[in-house]
């Protein structure tokens, strides 16, 4: 089975301060990671996605990921917040070597960035 | 040019009642999917097809029936509704390439109240 787990339900950052929201994950096999953002009353907005290839992941709106096998981490980070990305963040995963196409979501984390 | 569209947004009704949820995608993704996000923001799979095929089909009361007329469209029947129903549907999909790169695309979520 796979499973996400972000520990932290809430981060505050002050405004123009590197953030990170973290998540680990499990899976059997090898991981598709990915981040989304969902603001108030909104849809999930796809951010960056790992498969292969770079450890660090660039992604929409100046975010990264540093995916970590050894950790079995997907941090997600932006060297200077701003108050618009304030948001609920979703870190989601699926096992490649099980077919299985759904994603499973961590429980979200609510990034507060304050002025 | 929406890509995931939901109707309705809103949809409040009376316990017992039957109603249905649509998506469409103008994507030309071949796999959709149901989530629900219920009150604590937890998203979970609840249904995916694949070329109008059923692939997967999480524990679901069976009050709750997909409908896939063609790759495009994905609905969502849900008969007899019950308090605990009301939360968020998140229709999604995909392209399905294992060489490729499957990112899933959410729509903008129908909520979903039950009185």
């Known amino acids: 089975a796979q499973s996400v787990a972000q520990p932290e339900d809430q981060v505050n950052v002050a405004e123009g301060n590197p953030l990170t929201v973290k998540c680990t994950y499990s899976v059997s096999g090898n991981p598709y990671l990915f981040w989304y953002v969902q603001y108030p009353n909104r849809g999930l907005q796809f951010l960056l996605k790992?498969?292969?290839?770079?450890?660090l992941v660039k992604g929409s709106y100046g975010f990264e990921a540093e995916f970590n096998k050894s950790q079995t981490s997907f941090h997600l980070k932006k060297p200077s917040a701003l108050v618009s990305d304030s948001a609920l963040y979703f870190c989601a995963v699926r096992d490649m070597d099980t077919g299985r196409r759904a994603l499973t979501f961590g429980s979200g984390t609510r990034l507060q960035v304050q002025p | 040019d929406t890509a995931v569209s939901q109707t309705p947004k809103y949809l409040v009704t009376q316990m017992g009642n039957d109603k249905s949820i649509k998506c469409e995608q103008n994507?030309?993704?071949?796999?959709m999917y149901w989530y629900k996000q219920d009150s604590k923001k937890f998203l979970k799979i609840m249904f995916s097809?694949?070329?109008?095929?059923?692939?997967i089909n999480e524990t679901v009361p069976n009050r709750f029936s997909p409908k896939s007329p063609d790759k495009a469209h994905l609905n969502l029947h849900i008969n007899s509704l019950e308090l605990g129903d009301s939360a968020v549907y998140f229709c999604a999909s995909s392209l399905t390439d294992r060489g490729l790169q499957e990112t899933q695309y959410f729509g903008p979520g129908t909520r979903l109240l039950v009185l």
């Open positions: 790992y498969i292969t290839g770079d450890n």
């Open positions: 097809y694949n070329n109008k095929e059923l692939i």
């Open positions: 994507l030309g993704h071949d796999t």
